[in-house]
């Protein structure tokens, strides 16, 4: 579990092929690794990763074919910068966010604005997303916990203060970029609740035991 407040900026040091799966190198920079053993979870540009290799400046993690399908990891290479953070403990601070490190789905930054000293984001989310966007609310954009100031549709604003610019990836955002995009986890929790008993029904073509006992299928 983590609060989506980044603690460093990394780099991608080594992507090598496993076959459909990949291993990744990154050079955590600033992040303190003196906690970290083996089996640890960091998230890194908002994706949970277990920690299978410790390098002395970064960690080494594999992602699966589930995860290069689900982020914008298939298209990182060496040299790309990533946000950091360390899962968090008991003690601390809830400064953003609960953030599981899944990823929902990809955004696609669609315009960038200077307003003031900040800097207007406006993200264009995969419609099946758009039901959990709400203004005010929070989205974890890259592993960064922010608030959405703005919804138009499958569209969200982001408002990004100074300090979050220079402490993260954010800052060199552009037109046309695609981010790790993953929705408020209390959001995904009640759509789940409200369903009630349906919640049970297979979502397969909308097939359920009643409809094969109906057609004949179940004696």
Same mark, same amino acid.
């Given at each position: 579990?983590?609060?989506?407040?980044?603690?460093?900026?990394?780099?991608?040091?080594?992507?090598?092929?496993?076959?459909?799966?990949?291993?990744?190198?990154?050079?955590?920079?600033?992040?303190?690794?003196?906690?970290?053993?083996?089996?640890?979870?960091?998230?890194?540009?908002?994706?949970?990763?277990?920690?299978?290799?410790?390098?002395?400046?970064?960690?080494?993690?594999?992602?699966?074919?589930? +995860?290069?399908?689900? &982020?914008?990891?298939? *298209? =990182?290479?060496? %040299? /790309?910068? @990533? !946000?950091? $953070?360390?899962?968090?403990?008991?003690?601390?601070?809830?400064?953003?966010?609960?953030?599981?490190?899944?990823?929902?789905?990809?955004?696609?930054?669609?315009?960038?604005?200077?307003?003031?000293?900040?800097?207007?984001?406006?993200?264009?989310?995969?419609?099946?997303?758009?039901?959990?966007?709400?203004?005010?609310?929070?989205?974890?954009?890259?592993?960064?916990?922010?608030?959405?100031?703005?919804?138009?549709?499958?569209?969200?604003?982001?408002?990004?203060?100074?300090? +979050?610019?220079?402490? &993260?990836?954010?800052? *060199? =955002?552009?037109? %046309? /970029?695609? @981010? !790790?995009? $993953?929705?408020?986890?209390?959001?995904?929790?009640?759509?789940?609740?409200?369903?009630?008993?349906?919640?049970?029904?297979?979502?397969?073509?909308?097939?359920?035991?009643?409809?094969?006992?109906?057609?004949?299928?179940?004696?």
């Amino acid at each position: 579990m983590f609060t989506g407040i980044i603690e460093a900026v990394g780099e991608i040091k080594a992507v090598t092929s496993k076959g459909q799966d990949i291993s990744l190198t990154v050079d955590s920079r600033g992040l303190d690794l003196a906690d970290v053993k083996l089996g640890d979870s960091i998230a890194t540009n908002g994706v949970c990763l277990t920690v299978v290799s410790l390098t002395g400046n970064g960690y080494v993690a594999d992602l699966s074919a589930e +995860t290069l399908n689900r &982020t914008a990891f298939a *298209h =990182y290479e060496p %040299g /790309q910068k @990533v !946000n950091l $953070e360390k899962a968090m403990l008991p003690t601390t601070r809830f400064g953003g966010h609960i953030v599981s490190g899944h990823v929902d789905g990809l955004a696609t930054v669609a315009s960038r604005e200077q307003s003031g000293r900040a800097i207007e984001f406006w993200l264009e989310a995969p419609a099946s997303l758009a039901k959990y966007l709400a203004e005010k609310g929070s989205v974890t954009v890259d592993g960064i916990s922010l608030t959405i100031n703005a919804v138009d549709g499958a569209r969200f604003k982001l408002t990004i203060v100074p300090h +979050t610019s220079s402490e &993260t990836t954010i800052q *060199h =955002y552009h037109a %046309g /970029q695609v @981010v !790790n995009m $993953e929705v408020d986890v209390i959001a995904r929790y009640l759509e789940r609740l409200v369903l009630g008993e349906k919640a049970s029904q297979s979502a397969q073509n909308g097939l359920t035991m009643a409809k094969l006992a109906e057609s004949g299928f179940l004696k």
